[in-house]
């Protein structure tokens, strides 16, 4: 049930400084020289090492190295745009997310567990409930059969061994018509056992589905860019590019996987690779997060759209 509840995660546009239409005789794509990252800031709010985020970075890089055929993103701590995680609303209300995906999910599994429990609980009174009906109409069909040996005996005169085992039936169904009774308040306790099973079951529906509800209303408010590239220029008085700015920035990640897609996605804007049409690409808009998926991989459109770039 956890993938009804997955989000969809916005990834960023190309952000430059000045208007794309300025760029068009100045293509940026590094193809034959590799584009140098380093890592910039990490807020310590996303519990993220250095080494962490180089490890999915340099992991997200080589996904375009491997499509390329050569190194065409390198970290370079010298000269290399920084990559950095920053902590705003956005990540604020991506936590809030992942706390109500873990409620849900315990929910879940206890709904899932209650559930079992319940049907097994209706099954074993279902049981009983048959067992003391057929009890019961045996009970009836003897007393039925007494009674009307006693009739008889009333009729004519019995002897002793007629009364003496008249007197011994009736104390039997006495005693079954007891046990009857035990048995029929034992079913009612059960019975009222199992409804309140059943009470505590729907309290538990309902919780779910409030988490759930609010799992949507903040699915819909974190669903934001995740990350963002910009290129900023500058140019001088003819217009011509005099040095470039480039910055990667991460916003909210739900885990080390959204962290490598997003990862990914940006490095191939700072590439030059626009967005795509394919829902499954890296370099599509946006994609939905599944803690349960594969590791990122580059789709046929990422690397149609690398190569449109580099050969």
Do not use: K
Request: with cysteine; net charge negative; charged share 25%.
């Amino acid at each position: 049930m956890r993938n009804l509840f997955s989000v969809r995660i916005l990834l960023s546009t190309i952000s430059f400084a000045l208007a794309l239409p300025a760029l068009a005789a100045e293509p940026l794509t590094h193809c034959e020289q590799p584009l140098g990252w380093r890592i910039g800031q990490i807020d310590p709010h996303f519990e993220v090492t250095a080494q962490q985020l180089e490890s999915e970075t340099r992991q997200a890089a080589e996904l375009w190295n491997q499509a390329a055929g050569r190194t065409v993103l390198t970290r370079d701590e010298q000269n290399g745009f920084p990559v950095n995680l920053i902590h705003d609303h956005r990540h604020q209300r991506a936590m809030e997310v992942t706390r109500l995906q873990a409620q849900v999910g315990r929910l879940e599994a206890e709904l899932e567990r209650q559930q079992q429990t319940l049907e097994a609980d209706r099954t074993r009174q279902q049981q009983r409930r048959e067992n003391y009906q057929q009890a019961l109409a045996r009970y009836h069909a003897d007393l039925q059969r007494h009674n009307q040996a006693v009739e008889a005996a009333n009729r004519n005169r019995p002897d002793a061994g007629t009364i003496e085992r008249i007197r011994h039936q009736t104390s039997e169904l006495e005693q079954r018509r007891q046990e009857l009774a035990n048995r029929q308040q034992e079913l009612q306790r059960h019975q009222q056992a199992l409804q309140q099973h059943i009470d505590t079951y729907n309290d538990l529906v309902e919780r779910f589905n409030a988490r759930a509800r609010e799992l949507t209303r903040a699915s819909r408010l974190a669903s934001a860019d995740s990350g963002e590239y910009r290129a900023d220029i500058t140019r001088d008085r003819r217009g011509n590019m005099v040095s470039i700015q480039r910055e990667i920035d991460v916003y909210f990640f739900f885990d080390r996987r959204d962290l490598r897609w997003t990862l990914a996605h940006e490095l191939g804007h700072a590439l030059g690779i626009g967005h795509v049409e394919h829902p499954d690409a890296i370099m599509h808009a946006a994609y939905l997060a599944d803690t349960e998926g594969t590791a990122p991989a580059l789709h046929a459109e990422d690397i149609l759209a690398l190569r449109a770039l580099c050969d």
